[in-house]
Nanobody, 125 residues
Framework: QVQLVESGGGLVQAGGSLRLSCAASGSIFRVNAMGWYRQTPGKQRELVAIIYSGGSTNYADSVKGRFTISRDNAKNTVYLQMNSLNSEDTAVYYC???????????????????WGQGTQVTVSS
């Protein structure tokens, strides 16, 4: 079982910056990918950024050049540095981790998908 704890959300003025953190804990054997999604009322949850085990990254067009995803493998933590924020970035941001638990590895099971509790980011305009 994997638990994700998010932090770093809050209220910021347009043009400002925030850094989100997501720490994964539990009996983790391997993390395959870590990413950030966001959701606003009436909208489907959308991918913001993702970083894979090999280090490659992918960003939504709307955040490319402004957001940077990074990770600390030793701490099983993923970060999202958000710069030049605008009102369109207002959303609940969710951390997602694809990971194999120790128990799953021992049993030869596949990796599971885990979600954080979400953190609110509000950009005032």
């Amino acid at each position: 079982q994997v638990q994700l704890v998010e932090s770093g959300g809050g209220l910021v003025q347009a043009g400002g910056s925030l850094r989100l953190s997501c720490a994964a804990s539990g009996s983790i054997f391997r993390v395959n990918a870590m990413g950030w999604y966001r959701q606003t009322p009436g909208k489907q949850r959308e991918l913001v950024a993702i970083i894979y085990s090999g280090g490659s990254t992918n960003y939504a067009d709307s955040v490319k050049g402004r957001f940077t995803i990074s990770r600390d493998n030793a701490k099983n933590t993923v970060y999202l540095q958000m710069n030049s924020l605008n009102s369109e970035d207002t959303a609940v941001y969710y951390c997602n981790v694809a990971a194999t638990t120790l128990a799953a590895h021992v049993m030869g099971a596949t990796a599971g998908d885990y979600w954080g509790q979400g953190t609110q980011v509000t950009v005032s305009s």
